[in-house]
């Protein structure tokens, strides 16, 4: 029996990498999606059984290609990590129009297309994740963040109507709520609790992947403990 896939789009030297190795030391096969694949590449040599795959998350059809590719050369998806992102830090009136679309196509379109390439095999399994990472702004909207709060609540109200449907159907969707700043791994802020580290963000993402189905986790924010919320 081979090793069950994670695939994981959005792909950085924090929260990307951070997924990527915890699902990596759990036994699973990884595939790196992300628009470009300088580093995605490097990180793929790290790991134990590992691709990248080049691919645009503002563009349906590059979304719909890269995930063709890891199911053809990997098989299905077992674990869906969503970790695109973007924003623009701009209130109403400086925020263009294109600004607002690409963040809601990164954050919401993307997020839809990409589920929707997986959730077929996991249907036909009766099982599988799709994790979503979100912000707080999906729950509050401050002067600027126009563009990035409303793509994220609509990002947040997807993976909602997602779970509550693909739920009974064995398919665990949760989201998680980022609150704080991202250190790198290991930094000493994070040990001080001013900033998130990302090795414990995605031990986090790994333990909901592993609930037991008469205990799922929808939504769980994340913060570190100094955090002002």
Request: hydrophobic share 40%; aromatic share 8%.
């Amino acid at each position: 029996m081979t090793n069950p896939v994670c695939a994981i789009i959005g792909i950085g030297p924090k929260n990307g990498a951070a997924f990527a190795r915890c699902f990596d030391k759990a036994g699973y096969r990884i595939a790196l999606l992300s628009r470009s694949t300088s580093f995605s590449e490097e990180l793929a040599n790290e790991l134990s059984q590992a691709r990248a795959y080049a691919c645009d998350a503002a563009d349906p059809a590059s979304v719909e290609a890269a995930l063709s590719q890891v199911r053809s050369n990997m098989g299905a998806v077992d674990v869906l990590i969503y970790n695109a992102g973007n924003g623009s830090w701009k209130d109403v009136e400086e925020i263009t129009a294109e600004e607002f679309e690409l963040g809601w196509r990164v954050n919401s379109l993307g997020a839809l297309v990409a589920s929707q390439q997986v959730i077929p095999d996991m249907k036909a399994q009766g099982a599988g994740n799709i994790i979503f990472v979100g912000a707080t702004a999906s729950l509050r909207g401050r002067p600027k963040t126009a563009g990035f709060a409303s793509a994220k609540a609509a990002q947040r109200s997807l993976a909602q109507s997602m779970a509550k449907h693909l739920g009974p159907q064995g398919i665990h969707v949760s989201l998680l709520i980022i609150d704080g700043g991202i250190d790198f791994p290991g930094a000493t802020d994070a040990e001080e609790g001013k900033k998130l580290d990302p090795d414990d963000i995605a031990t986090l993402a790994y333990y909901v992947t592993t609930q037991p189905r008469s205990a799922w986790t929808f939504e769980v924010d994340v913060r570190p403990n100094q955090e002002n919320w």
